[in-house]
């Protein structure tokens, strides 16, 4: 025999479960951003160094050539 009195609860548990998926896509989506986001500003400031780097160059050379 199945208990009714049971299944009353069934879409409360649902409504739960449903809650607790959006929660966790919402989290993993955020930390998702959070890394990439990292990432640009550590390439970002990768690039900059080697544009200091060739620029700091470049005025080496000139600077030989001048002599």
Avoid: H, W
Wanted: net charge positive; aromatic share 8%.
């Amino acid at each position: 025999m199945i208990n009714y009195r049971a299944l009353e609860n069934v879409p409360v548990l649902l409504y739960i479960l449903a809650a607790k998926t959006l929660l966790l896509c919402l989290f993993f989506a955020g930390a998702k951003i959070y890394q990439s986001k990292k990432a640009e500003a550590a390439l970002k400031q990768q690039m900059e160094m080697k544009k200091k780097i060739a620029q700091q160059t470049q005025e080496l050379i000139d600077n030989k050539k001048d002599d």
